[in-house]
């Protein structure tokens, strides 16, 4: 048997870095939660976005399995539907926990519209998208895009809770739609299987992003008639202390 | 805002075909089975590899939008923990629905061990690996394998029924585990919220994978006193009709 490692062959002619990323999504199946874990390569810093408390023995092995060291934990937002593990992990690990500065959560190190919270060897940019709820961000790399509630994969973040505005996340969405067609898009939650997107497909194919205005963008997120999320009451007062107990 | 479009510049630059590859992974919650949806860039003709019955609309979906054509759904071997959706995606799409040889499952176009599977522009290599069941096989990419429920992330598939074998399932093992370090690991199912993993983590970290003969091995697996798989009557009669009632 012979393998056919052309991408391998490729990757070592040209030692280019973001070929051998390390990009590790994870499931929450409990609240359709994705989880990432970013490293330059194995063995690196690393750092992960948006996880979940009850998965925190996994994010931990695999750190561990993979030689990484873990330092900073980031939140796409304060999560209304999962209890966060940014507590958890900077316990276990020392590892920076990190939410919006619009977030206001003590403890955690704020980031603010344009800051680059990536690793050497791993490009990534906070990106303000208010609008899901008024501390949401995006975080940009190379090639991709963690879009945490702002954009899911032909859906899109509710707006009707925790200062959400149907009109702050229409500007976000242009914002996001502006970028290249072939940008990976990387959710923090799919309900119907899917694991990833790209901008072109969600420009052409979101149900939601087919009208021209935000006014229009506001009518349709006006009418979901949405029920008010289960564990909110739960996961919001946790949140707001990193998960912590 | 500007995005830095390294990796895309590359790929503009060397027009490298396996960069542009469309690979998707697809999630069935209800059986925990993950499936490949595969071209070699959106528009053109694809594949699919273990599609699930009920989740027929979503494939169908990501089809259309991505504007390509299905030609071929394999399955990696006879499921016992859910309905394929072969017939299904053959009966709407005209699609060639594809089984190994070993399978011996009347309207399936067989494959052989060694038979190149892929499309123009995707080499895919069915590589037979029995064990789990003596029909079982994976499929060998570029850069990463397809390993069905022979090597699962931190697991392997059980050895106790459809003609299961521990020590040929050892053998299958070994060959996987003789790829390169750096191989991507896509299996048909993960029960810990995991997506992907490599050869080399597998290699070092599966739990299964540290015993040096097929006797410790099989003396694993003989060892784990699993129940029986809950929906097997029904799913595999079904998956004998490619899952068409």
Same mark, same amino acid.
């Given at each position: 048997m012979t393998a056919v490692p052309a991408l391998r062959l490729y990757w070592q002619q040209t030692g280019h870095p973001l070929e051998k990323m390390l990009f590790r999504q994870f499931l929450d199946p409990d609240s359709s939660t994705f989880t990432y874990l970013i490293a330059a390569s194995p063995g690196r810093e690393c750092l992960i976005v948006d996880p979940v408390r009850q998965q925190v023995g996994e994010y931990l092995r695999a750190v561990e399995e993979l030689g990484l060291t873990l330092v900073a934990a980031l939140d796409t937002h304060v999560h209304a539907d999962h209890i966060t593990a940014l507590g958890a992990l900077a316990d276990a690990t020392g590892c920076t926990p990190r939410l919006s500065a619009a977030a206001g959560v003590e403890g955690a190190v704020p980031f603010h519209d344009g800051e680059e919270v990536g690793l050497a060897g791993v490009s990534m940019r906070a990106l303000a998208t208010p609008g899901h709820t008024d501390d949401s961000f995006c975080f940009l790399m190379d090639d991709r895009v963690l879009t945490g509630d702002t954009l899911l994969i032909r859906g899109t973040g509710r707006t009707d809770f925790q200062n959400g505005d149907s009109f702050a996340a229409w500007e976000s969405l242009q914002t996001l739609l502006a970028?290249? +067609?072939?940008?990976l898009v990387y959710p923090a939650? +799919?309900?119907?299987g899917w694991t990833v997107s790209t901008i072109g497909e969600e420009r052409r194919h979101n149900p939601r992003l087919q009208v021209s205005t935000a006014g229009a963008y506001a009518d349709i997120m006006a009418g979901l008639d949405l029920p008010r999320p289960g564990r909110i009451d739960v996961a919001l007062p946790a949140n707001r202390k990193l998960g912590r107990d």
């Open positions: 970028l290249p +067609d072939d940008t939650h +799919d309900y119907k």
